[in-house]
């Protein structure tokens, strides 16, 4: 049984399992399908003289985009619209199958009107009827869940369900043979920062590291990514730890999360196996640089550098001056270069010829579900089967532990976590802002936080911001 009073677009998803749903008679709810909007600073960087050159390979590669243009280039609106339309698509297909009607009509329905009151929601068949939260009580206690001795119904704390939740299955084993799961969240940059929006290449690299030289208890890895990419270098130093992983007899398994992509699926073409879930925003396979430059913008207030170099590209990477027709040329190669590698990390990867890799790549995003039917993964499905499918490549039947890299939050620490809203509006620098000008502006400090590649090459989705109903989460996509 669901208890509905202003749900929100993903909670509808959730409840719409339930046998029974019940609206609250003073409730509403919010179905107002999927958006995408994407801050775009091109013409401000140009109008307050900040210049930008970009290189990049893929014509889908749009990460650049919002440091260049004013809108969405013809290819990434394209591929941004597929990938709503598909995860509309399966968000109402779920909703349809639960409340046995036809998703196409569903989608009618709500393109038609976005909020609904409870009369037409029961109307519509979104719910079943329409009751308070005492009403609710009492049928839970008519249904047989009273508490004992007590005119109420049986209760779980949420903590204590969500550690039910939990993947352990398994008891421990007395030979501590474990399989390591190794948690990729955030932006792949360069270092060892892991602050859950960024993520240290070396700090993985370590953990996997460490991992494998202890290879008695140890006997398998998985990697679960949750990652739009990020940087060459720090993806590289990911890369040459899980093959020298494999090299040493460890099975890795990388299990996708909502986002594995460009960098994130460069890690993972060093994996025995790649499952995905269906939702999950992979592919990307491309490179880009960016490359920004101040000499208009400190012009314009009287700022001026001079240099003194022993060659005429020693100052490659100050950003007093813009590039050289020939310096970007050469980034350009290097770009160039970066590209064909990682489509030769594909192509052996997924046993598919260069041409093959070429025509899924371009920067393009896939699904995780259109990723598996084109064989850049390999099965789908979650982190508890990717542990499955990690033991039955080792060998370890269900005699095995499971260890976290890094370890992973209480249920307590992450819904206290989840607890702090800020009410001041949001901080950049450690100053407070409520203009929702300076609120937008605001969202490219973390797009600049994760750029630190030594030679400003990445691998990354496009950012932008989608939005569920009235909900939004940003997405480097």
């Known amino acids: 049984m669901g208890y509905l009073h202003s749900p929100r677009q993903l909670d509808y998803l959730v409840y719409s399992i339930c046998d029974e749903l019940i609206m609250d008679p003073a409730g509403t709810m919010l179905l107002p399908g999927l958006a995408s909007e994407q801050l ?21 590669k749009g990460a650049v985009e919002p440091f260049t243009n004013n809108q969405f280039s013809e290819d990434n609106r394209a591929q941004v619209q597929s990938l709503l339309d598909s995860r509309w698509e399966h968000y109402l297909r779920k909703i349809a199958t639960a409340r046995s009607m036809s998703w196409e009509d569903l989608n009618g329905t709500l393109s038609e009107r976005f909020l609904w009151k409870p009369e037409a929601a029961v109307a519509q068949g979104l719910v079943d009827r329409i009751d308070d939260f005492g009403g ?38 007395e030979d501590g043979q474990k399989i390591a799961v190794v948690y990729v969240e955030g932006a792949i940059v360069d270092g060892t920062v892991d602050d859950g929006q960024n993520v240290g290449g070396d700090k993985i690299a370590r953990r996997i590291r460490k991992i494998r030289k202890e290879t008695e208890s ?44 460009s960098g994130g699926y460069w890690i993972a073409t060093a ?11 992979t592919g990307s396979i491309g490179v880009f640089g960016i490359l920004p430059n101040l000499k208009s913008l400190g012009s314009s207030y009287g700022l001026n550098w001079d240099r003194v170099k022993t060659n005429e590209s020693s100052d490659i990477f100050s950003i007093a001056r813009p590039k050289t027709d020939q310096e970007i040329s050469i980034i350009q190669e290097y770009v160039n270069q970066t590209y064909e590698r990682f489509l030769s990390l594909v192509g052996e990867s997924r046993k598919l010829s260069l041409a093959d890799v070429g025509n899924l790549a371009e920067g393009r995003v896939w699904t995780g579900k259109e990723a598996y039917d084109l064989g ?26 499971i260890e976290e890299f890094p370890k992973v939050r209480t249920p307590a620490e992450a819904i206290a976590e989840l607890l702090e809203v800020r009410q001041d509006g949001i901080s950049l620098g450690g100053t407070s802002f409520d203009n929702p000008l300076l609120q937008k502006l605001s969202d490219a400090e973390p797009i600049l936080n994760s750029l630190n590649d030594p030679l400003g090459v990445y691998g990354i989705l496009p950012w932008y911001r989608a939005q569920l109903g009235f909900n939004s989460w940003k997405i480097k996509l």
């Open 218 to 261: 140890y006997k398998a890895i998985v990697l679960r990514v949750n990652s739009p990419g990020g940087s060459v270098s720090g993806s590289e130093a990911v890369l040459f730890e899980l093959i020298r992983a494999r090299e040493a007899g460890l099975p890795v398994v990388v299990s996708m999360g909502p986002v594995a992509a």
């Open 40 to 60: 775009f600073l091109g013409d401000a960087l140009a109008k307050y003289g900040v210049g930008i050159q970009v290189v990049r390979t893929g014509r889908y």
């Open 376 to 401: 850049l993964v390999d099965e789908l499905g979650g982190l508890s089967q990717a542990i499955t499918v990690a033991a039955e490549l080792a060998d370890l039947g269900k005699d095995f532990e």
């Open 271 to 281: 994996s025995d196996k790649i499952i995905a879930g269906p939702q999950t925003i």
């Open 136 to 173: 609710v009580i009492d049928r839970l206690i008519e249904l047989g869940a009273a508490e004992k001795d007590e005119n109420t119904f049986v209760q779980v704390e949420f903590g204590e369900y969500l550690e039910r939740l939990r993947p352990n299955p398994l008891e421990e084993d």
